[in-house]
């Protein structure tokens, strides 16, 4: 079966170990110039009614970075990570998206992909016949096509398969699995962990990966995310819960708001979302 590499997936490296702590501490130093991603007053609408949805939104990551982006439901933080990987539903009607240097919006959604952007989405969709280990083999070879290195065959990827496969916390009869067929919600949500941890990124949009995981699942998934961020790759994680940030630490948290940010700050922002809800933090209302 002929299938195109998902836009999830970066051939450009590997991620490395590091634990948390010690991203953070290099990321004081690694974040003053190198911006990663660039969002200048975007705007984009929905292609089958024309309704406009982002509406000027302007965001800067830089490496290092774990960035958080919250807000009501229909607010537009999905859309926004969307337009991104360059979703067919979606037009962009302006601004500008710079990615490691290059114009984001020129590129189609696989380059976008082969650029160095992995997105998790908040239903992931299933790939009937075809088992998750041919996926990630098929996947993990692209990459390496890309970066002019030879292909491996199954047997020759086992290992590294089984590394990430322990990374997440997932038994090793998920490989022979069908993507996501017949996968929970949360077996679903770890098996996009395991693709990120397989194929890299150097940004990773996780659009509420926290949700329908119990306890358990959400600690595996956060363990599994801060061992795959580095000093030099980024985070932005869609999210409407406080369990999670707790655990990845994001170093700047947004509150999205009729398809813009309206409001920046730090996780002691959630504190005040928690206690008095978004009208407290909103710059808008
Ligand atoms: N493809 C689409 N077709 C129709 N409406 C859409 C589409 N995509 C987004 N919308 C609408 O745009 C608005 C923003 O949706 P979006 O999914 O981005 O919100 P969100 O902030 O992620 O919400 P939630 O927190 O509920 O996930 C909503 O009103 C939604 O119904």
Known sequence: MALSLPIHSSPLRFPSISTSSTRRRTFVVASASNPLLQVNDLRAKIVESDLEILRGVNLTVNQGEVHAVMGKNGSGKSTFAKVLVGHPDYEVTGGSV????????????????????????????????????????????????????????????????????QLVNMKPDFLNRNVNEGFSGGERKRNEILQLAVLGADLAILDEIDS??????????????????????????????????????????????????????????????????????????
């Open 212 to 285: 329908g995981l119990d306890v358990d699942a959400l600690r595996d998934v956060a363990n599994a995310v801060n061992r795959i961020l580095t000093p030099s790759n980024s985070l932005l994680m869609i999210t409407h819960y406080r369990r999670i940030l707790d655990l990845l630490n994001p170093t700047h948290v947004h509150v999205m708001e009729k398809g813009q940010i309206a409001k920046t700050g730090d996780i002691s922002m959630v504190e005040a979302i928690e206690a008095e809800g978004y009208e407290s933090v909103s710059a808008l209302t």
């Open 98 to 165: 710079v990615f490691k240097g290059e114009n984001l919006l020129e590129m189609e959604p696989e380059e976008r992909s082969l650029a160095g952007l992995f997105m998790s989405f908040q239903s992931p969709v299933e790939i009937p016949g075809v088992s998750n280990d041919e996926f990630l083999v098929m996947a993990y070879n692209a990459r390496r096509k890309k970066l002019g290195l030879p292909e491996l065959g199954p047997l020759e990827c086992f290992p590294y398969l089984m590394e990430k496969l």
